[in-house]
C-alpha cells in the first residue's frame, strides 16, 4: 500500500473523526478541514487546513464527509472551494447522506475541471468505523475506484464498487431499510421472549450465530439487554438523516415495501412518544412500554 501521498477530508464530525483515524492508523498523511475545532484531529496527527481549497491544493485524492447538499456545494463551488485547485487527474470521494442531485451537480462541475467524483455511501455508525466493519458503496468511475481504492480500504475492511453513478446513494437507502426493519424485529424478538417469561441475556445467546440471526440483532441486540445505548446520536436525528431519505427513495423508484412502512411508522410513533434523543435500538422500551398505557 503507498501511504505516501497526502489524503484529503472535508468534515471532520461524528463521522469524519473516527475516519480520520483509520486513515491515519493506516498510515496515510490526512490534511482536513471542518469549520468548527480540529483539535481532535490534529490529536490523532491530522493537519489543519484552513478551507477546502487548501486541502485539494494539497491533496489528489479529497474525501467529503457532510451534512448536507448546502454543504458540499459550498466545500466544492464555494469562494474558498476545491474548485479553486482542481486539476485533472483529482478525485472527490464523497460520503455523505444527502440527496444524489447535490452529487451529480458538482460531478458535472468538477468534471468540466478534469476532476472526478464519486458517490461512495457509508453504512455503519461511527462505532462501525471503529471496528472496520461499516460498509462502502462506491459507484461512478470504475477507473477513479481503482484509483483511491487503497485509501477507502485504508478506513475499512468491507469496500463494494456498486456500479454507475448514483447507485451508492442507491444502496445507502437500501441498507438503511434493512437496518430498520432487522433493528425493529430484533426489538419485537427480545419484547415477545420477554413477555413469555425469558431473560434478554438468553434469547441473545440463544439466537446469536444461528440462521435466525442478523447484524442488527447481535450488535443493537447488545444494547437491548441492559438499555446501554450508543449515545452517539438520537432517534429524531437518524430518523431525519436516513430513514425519511429512505421513505423518499421508495417514492422516487416505486412500489410497496410493507415490511419498511410498518417499522418507519413504528419508529415515528416512537419518537412522538418521547424517545427522539436515545438511539434507535431503544424502539425495544417503546414496545414494552404500550403494554402499560
Known amino acids: 500500500m503507498n501511504t505516501s501521498k497526502k489524503i484529503g477530508l472535508i468534515g471532520i464530525g461524528g463521522l469524519g473523526l473516527p475516519i480520520a483515524r483509520n486513515l491515519i492508523s493506516s498510515g496515510f498523511n490526512v490534511i482536513g478541514?471542518?469549520?468548527?475545532?480540529m483539535e481532535q484531529f490534529t490529536e490523532l496527527g491530522g493537519v489543519a487546513a484552513d478551507s477546502p481549497c487548501e486541502v485539494a491544493e494539497q491533496a489528489d485524492i479529497v474525501l467529503t464527509c457532510l451534512p448536507s447538499g448546502e454543504s458540499l456545494a459550498d466545500a466544492v463551488s464555494g469562494s474558498n472551494g476545491i474548485v479553486k485547485a482542481a486539476r485533472s487527474g483529482?478525485?472527490?470521494?464523497?460520503l455523505s447522506t444527502i440527496p444524489i442531485e447535490a452529487k451529480r451537480e458538482q460531478l458535472v462541475v468538477l468534471a468540466g475541471l478534469g476532476s472526478d467524483l464519486l458517490d461512495c455511501t457509508v453504512s455503519g455508525s461511527p462505532e462501525f468505523i471503529d471496528s472496520r466493519t461499516a460498509a462502502f458503496f462506491v459507484s461512478g468511475n470504475k477507473s477513479g475506484y481503482e484509483n483511491?481504492?487503497?485509501?477507502?480500504?485504508?478506513?475499512?475492511?468491507n469496500v463494494k464498487f456498486v456500479g454507475q453513478f448514483g447507485c451508492g446513494s442507491a444502496l445507502k437507502s437500501i441498507s438503511t431499510a434493512l437496518v430498520s426493519v432487522h433493528t425493529l424485529a430484533a426489538a419485537e424478538a427480545f419484547?415477545?421472549?420477554?413477555?413469555?417469561?425469558?431473560?434478554?441475556?438468553?434469547?441473545?445467546?440463544?439466537i446469536t450465530g444461528t440462521p435466525m440471526s442478523s447484524g442488527m440483532f447481535e450488535t443493537r441486540g447488545k444494547a437491548m439487554i441492559n438499555g446501554d445505548y450508543p449515545k452517539t446520536r438520537g432517534l429524531a436525528t437518524y430518523y431525519e438523516r436516513n430513514m425519511e431519505k429512505v421513505r423518499d427513495f421508495t417514492n422516487s423508484v416505486g412500489g410497496n415495501y410493507p415490511l419498511l412502512s410498518a417499522a418507519l411508522d413504528c419508529y415515528a410513533e416512537a419518537i412522538k412518544n418521547g424517545y427522539g434523543n436515545v438511539d434507535y435500538s431503544a424502539?425495544?422500551?417503546?414496545?414494552m412500554e404500550k403494554d402499560t398505557k
Open 33 to 37: 478541514y471542518r469549520r468548527s475545532s
Open 90 to 94: 483529482m478525485i472527490v470521494v464523497e
Open 148 to 157: 483511491c481504492r487503497e485509501v477507502i480500504e485504508g478506513i475499512t475492511d
Open 191 to 206: 419484547a415477545m421472549g420477554e413477555r413469555a417469561g425469558l431473560a434478554r441475556q438468553d434469547i441473545f445467546n440463544a
Open 283 to 287: 424502539v425495544i422500551d417503546f414496545l
